[in-house]
């Protein structure tokens, strides 16, 4: 089994949504998925309490509970672990770091998400776990041309040599729509933009847990401080 933890220090950068389009990408893919909802807010299961499987595919849990599930789902075959988080202090979500095998730190590409995207790949590095930052609520790209914000995000996570996962997942309405009927981007709109994107970052986040090792995470204090640097020197728009 893999484990999955969806981080965020900040609310509304879009943890809930990155977990849920992600254990349902996984599901539709015929990968024995479940999402736990740490998050005392419990927007997941706002989302997903609907539905048919929901027995099946939804967990409600905390902090405290997170070992003994991952031990439990390991044991009922679940093949995917995601695991929710809220925008809570360290302590609580370092729970759900420790049993991670990968981190994903989503922020919206603004010099406060990133920042707070460094620290919470400070905690990842520290427990001694894999980590990789989700850029979310993106500006679309035009023709194919970035907009300055996006692009200076990404300059500025590879500056400091910060993991980043190339698909970056744009502001879409669909987001929201789907969430409002209980599904997926997937399931809402198979053919469109935030399906795609959400594909793609499941086949990146799915390698990259199938041990898949790309540039290696910086681990010294200094590469933070050069994260910091970068992201003064690019500061987003
Ligand atoms: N890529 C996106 N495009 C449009 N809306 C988004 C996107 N990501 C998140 N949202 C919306 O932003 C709000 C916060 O997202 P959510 O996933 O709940 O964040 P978090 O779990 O980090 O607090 C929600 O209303 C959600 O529908
Ligand atoms: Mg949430």
New binding site residues.
């Given amino acids: 089994m893999k484990t999955l933890a969806v981080m965020?220090r900040?609310?509304?950068?879009?943890?809930?949504?990155?977990a849920v389009n992600l254990t349902l990408a996984a599901r539709a893919l015929g990968v024995r998925a479940v999402l736990a909802d740490a998050d005392p807010m419990r927007?997941a299961h706002e989302v997903l309490r609907g539905r048919d499987e929901a027995a099946n595919l939804l967990v409600e849990t905390s902090a405290s509970k997170l070992f003994a599930l991952t031990e439990a789902s390991r044991r009922a075959g679940v093949e995917l672990l995601v695991i929710?988080t809220p925008?809570a202090p360290e302590a609580d979500v370092a729970e759900a770091v420790k049993v991670a095998d990968l981190c994903l730190a989503?922020a919206r590409p603004t010099y406060l998400d990133l920042a707070a995207a460094v620290l919470s790949v400070a905690v990842i590095q520290r427990l001694g776990r894999e980590g990789l930052i989700v850029l979310?609520?993106c500006a679309p790209s035009r023709a194919g041309v970035e907009p300055p914000s996006v692009l200076k995000a990404f300059e500025a996570l590879r500056f400091a040599h910060l993991p980043v996962a190339p698909t970056a997942?744009?502001?879409?309405?669909v987001?929201?729509t789907a969430?409002a009927q209980g599904r997926s981007v997937l399931e809402s709109d198979p053919q469109g933009a935030a399906a795609q994107e959400v594909r793609a970052l499941f086949g990146q986040v799915w390698r990259r847990l199938n041990g898949e090792r790309p540039a290696a995470m910086s681990s010294a204090n200094d590469d933070l401080a050069r994260a910091r640097r970068g992201l003064i020197l690019a500061p987003t728009a």
Avoid: I, L, P
């Fill in positions: 965020s900040k609310g509304g950068a879009g943890k809930t949504t990155v927007s929710d925008a989503v979310n609520q997942m744009r502001a879409r309405m987001y929201q969430f």
